[in-house]
Structures are given as structure tokens and as C-alpha cells.
């Protein structure tokens, strides 16, 4: 204990699991690109105060360029007395450039403002180059089939009952709207959590008046977190984000339970393509939609891990305590979880296939019986008035075991009611119902393209 970083009021040995319980390692070396970053600028403001030279301070940067490389290149050795990552790259840095020079890194310095700063930055990158960047391609290949569907009809369900028809595509922009407003909510995320932590120390502030603000900027932040103690102990924005992810997984998981659905013999609607299958060790002819049951099961973990850290969280006094350090696994598996489903599920829509036969084939006149309905009402009838008109053709048309209400005759529809003429029958036109639904938000095509251009605004 006495070689530790920490190591000199002890005497005493750890105890060897606790060691292994303590260590961060294995899980956080994943941040040392931003941790090397962070010594960085902050030595640079440790130069501006005149606690380092100039000279002090390339020796420190070329060292740290040096870990850099070490990494990289996987030549970086991992000792057992390494606790984490911001130990090891120190242990390091002491070992390429002297302790001379590299124990003055730390001065003013915390692993408490350190590893909230690695975090924040960690977090932006993963945020910005992967899972914006993906989510947004996502929504492009959805829209893009939108676009070129267009003329698809398909049931729309509630209850999982058939209940009026819709495009395709009308179904696809659905969740290009979900989609689009998880991508807005991320972005939001991102601007909350890029607030340096850097300078604020162990937890009550700097005591050489390091320049936070130049700290920050140097990092790419917006500005500084205003209260040291909350600098190092606020982990709101790893919550945010596995909720962010939480929430996302939520409506790929519908998504996919919708396609596994449609993908069944009995439905027929879409077959997805190998790429995106699996097949049986038993049933030679069975192809399984095992990438959407996996992007449906696999939201439970990020439920979890979301859960399990708020657990955590709750019972931690103000600043930093170990507990913290519990961030990590969770939010980490969350990341790599949700990035790799985006990357599924892009690739499952723009190859799968679409039998527009079967869908048309599942649309049943039944399914204008709201049309009928409507028909009437335009005839001046009160709506209330139709709906029980119409519902009486359908058990018409029902009890005379007729395949659906269009095959009632005009003499029937009379005996009914006496306001029903001969141009009631036009009313039996699936693209005609789709179109009359041509107020914002409906699924006429006019509707479905507002909504499409609406959302390349929003992701612009
Ligand atoms: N590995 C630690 C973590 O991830 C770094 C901070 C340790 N700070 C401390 N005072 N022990 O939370």
C-alpha cells in the first residue's frame, strides 16, 4: 500500500479480493483517450499559475502522447496495482517522463473532479459520433422507404384488430416521428451534460485559482459547473442518458414486436432478409426474426441498468463516495447496447422486404365501416345516428354470410335506412379512404409527405 498513490498513511496491506473489488480498471481503461486528454489541458493551466514550467509541461505532453501510442497500439501493460485508469496512465507517465516531473500532474487535482470531467467527455463523443450519427441514418433509410412505398396499403390495427386502412408508409413514418423525437431528446441531453467539473478538487475547489474556465473551453465544454461539490458528485447526465436509452429501447422494442408480427406465416406482410435471420438446429425450414427478438429482449437490460444504478444513486451522501464508480458498467453496457441496436435495426429496415399482395389481401370491407358511417354524414345525418346505421349493415352482411357489406344490394341498404342511394357504393375503396384522411397527421398521401419533410427539418 505504501507504493500506492494514496499510500502514505498506510502501513497495512489491502486485502487482495478487495483489491480486485476496488479496481475500475478493467472497465474503465475504455476512457483513456479523454483521461490523457483531461491531464493535458489540465496541466496546461497548471503552467498559466506558474506550477509548472514550460519546459515541465512539454516533457508532460510528450508523455502523454507516448501513453496515447501505448494504447493504441495495445503495448500498454496493466499492473495488478493498478486501481484505474487515471492511476495507471499516472503510474505511467512516471515511468516515460520521471515522478519528478509527473508527480506534479496532480497538483490541485482530484480523481473525483478527474473522473467526472473523463466521464462527461467520454459521453459526449460516444453521443456525437456514434449514437446521433447512427440514430439519424435510422430515421433516413425509414423515411427513405416511406418515400418509395408510398402506394402500399396495409391494415391499420387497434387492439391488434383490423380497424381502418393505412399506408405503409404511414405506419413507417410512425416511428420516424418516435425516432426523430428520441434524436432531438439526445441532443438536448448532450447540451446539458457539457459542463466541466475540471478544477473544482476533491470537492471544495481549487486552492490555486486555476482558470476553470479556460479548462473548459481547452476540453470543448460550454461553460463550467458552478458548484465544486456538485462537480464531482453529480452523475444526472449518466441517469439521463440510460434513460434516454431506456425510452429509446422502448419503441425499437415495439417496432420489432410489430415485424416479428407481420413476419408470421399468418400475417405475410414482410420477410426480412438472411442477413437479419437465424434458422433452427431442429426444423430445417424454419427462419427465425431473431435480430427483432433480440432488439425486443434486449431493451430489459437497459431497463436494468437504469434501475440498477438509480439504486445505487439513491442512497449516496452529497459529493463523492465510491458508489459512483458504479456508473460505469452500467452505463457502458447501456451505450455499446443501444448503439449496436440502431446499427440492427437500420439494417433489418432497408432490407427487409415488403409483399404488398399479402398486405392488400388483409384489408377487409368490414374496415370501411367507419366510411359508411361517414357517408352519411355528409348527407346531414348526425354521426352518432350513422355509426349505429352502419354497424347494422355489417350484422346485415354478417348474418347473410355476404363476404363483406359491399355485397349488400341498394334494396337492402334502403330497407336500412331510406337516406342510403346507388353512390353509396363508392364508399367501398380502400385508396379512396386512405385519401380522404388528408388532414395534418393523417395517412392520405399529402398527409404522410408533410410528415416526412416535417421530420429532415427537425434533423437538420
Ligand atoms: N475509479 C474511481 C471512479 O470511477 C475514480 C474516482 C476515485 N476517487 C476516490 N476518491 N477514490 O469513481
Known amino acids: 500500500n505504501s507504493q500506492k ?15 480486485l473489488y476496488n479496481a475500475s480498471l478493467p472497465y474503465d481503461y475504455k476512457m483513456y483517450k479523454v483521461d490523457l486528454q ?26 502523454l502522447g507516448k501513453i496515447k ?12 496495482s493498478d486501481e484505474d485508469i487515471h492511476t495507471a496512465n499516472e503510474r505511467r507517465l512516471g515511468e516515460i517522463i520521471g515522478t519528478g516531473i509527473a508527480g506534479k500532474v496532480h497538483t490541485g487535482r482530484s480523481r473525483n473532479d ?11 463523443d460516444i ?38 386502412p393505412i399506408r405503409w408508409s404511414h405506419w413507417l413514418s410512425f416511428y420516424a416521428t418516435y425516432f426523430t423525437e428520441d434524436y432531438k431528446r439526445l441532443q ?96 430445417p425450414q424454419k427462419k427465425n426474426a431473431d435480430s427483432l427478438e433480440l432488439l425486443r429482449g434486449k431493451s430489459g437490460r437497459v431497463f436494468g441498468d437504469l434501475a440498477g444504478f438509480l439504486m445505487t ?35 433489418v429496415v432497408s432490407t427487409l422486404t415488403v409483399d404488398k399482395a399479402k398486405m392488400e389481401q388483409a384489408l377487409t ?18 354521426f352518432r345516428e350513422t355509426h349505429h346505421i352502419s354497424g347494422e349493415c355489417v350484422a346485415l352482411a354478417e348474418k347473410l354470410k355476404l363476404s363483406g357489406i359491399d355485397k349488400l344490394s341498394i334494396e337492402q341498404y334502403k330497407q336500412i335506412d331510406a337516406r342510403f342511394e346507388k353512390d353509396l357504393f363508392e364508399t367501398f375503396d380502400f385508396e379512396k379512404s386512405v385519401e380522404r384522411r388528408n388532414a395534418t397527421g393523417g395517412t392520405a398521401k399529402s398527409a404522410i409527405l408533410k410528415q416526412l419533410e416535417n421530420i429532415q427539418t427537425q434533423l437538420q
Open 114 to 124: 478527474q473522473v467526472a470531467t473523463d466521464m462527461r467527455i467520454y459521453c459526449r
Open 365 to 382: 370491407m368490414d374496415m370501411l365501416a367507419t366510411d359508411l358511417a361517414d357517408y352519411l354524414v355528409r348527407k346531414g345525418v348526425p
Open 313 to 347: 444513486l439513491k442512497g449516496v451522501p452529497s459529493t463523492y463516495d465510491k458508489d459512483l464508480q458504479e456508473d460505469k458498467e452500467a452505463l457502458f453496457d447501456s451505450l455499446v447496447t443501444v448503439e449496436n441496436s440502431i446499427l440492427i435495426a437500420t439494417g
Open 38 to 63: 483531461g491531464t493535458k489541458s489540465y496541466t496546461s493551466g497548471l503552467q498559466k499559475l506558474g506550477l509548472l514550467t514550460e519546459d515541465e509541461l512539454s516533457e508532460i505532453h510528450y508523455g
Open 127 to 164: 453521443l456525437t459520433n456514434n449514437l446521433l450519427t447512427y440514430l439519424k441514418e435510422l430515421i433516413s433509410v425509414i423515411c427513405r422507404r416511406a418515400n418509395e412505398e408510398m402506394d402500399i396499403l396495409m391494415p391499420g390495427y387497434t387492439h391488434l384488430q383490423r380497424a381502418q
Open 188 to 283: 438536448e441531453i448532450l447540451a446539458r451534460l457539457n459542463v466541466s467539473p475540471l478544477g473544482a478538487g476533491a470537492l471544495a475547489g481549487h486552492p490555486y485559482g486555476i482558470d476553470r474556465e479556460f479548462l473548459a473551453q481547452d476540453l470543448g465544454f460550454s461553460g463550467v459547473i458552478g458548484n465544486s461539490l456538485v462537480a464531482v458528485s453529480d452523475r444526472d447526465f449518466v441517469v439521463e442518458i440510460m434513460f434516454w436509452g431506456s425510452l429509446f429501447m422502448n419503441h425499437i422494442s415495439r417496432f420489432s414486436e410489430d415485424l416479428i408480427i407481420y413476419s408470421t406465416a399468418e400475417f405475410g406482410f414482410i420477410k426480412l432478409s438472411d442477413a437479419y435471420s437465424t434458422g433452427s438446429s431442429l426444423m
Open 5 to 19: 498513490l494514496w499510500g502514505g498513511r498506510f502501513t497495512g496491506e489491502v486485502d487482495p479480493l478487495m483489491q
Open 69 to 80: 501510442e501505448e494504447w493504441e497500439n495495445n503495448t500498454f501493460i496493466r499492473l495488478p
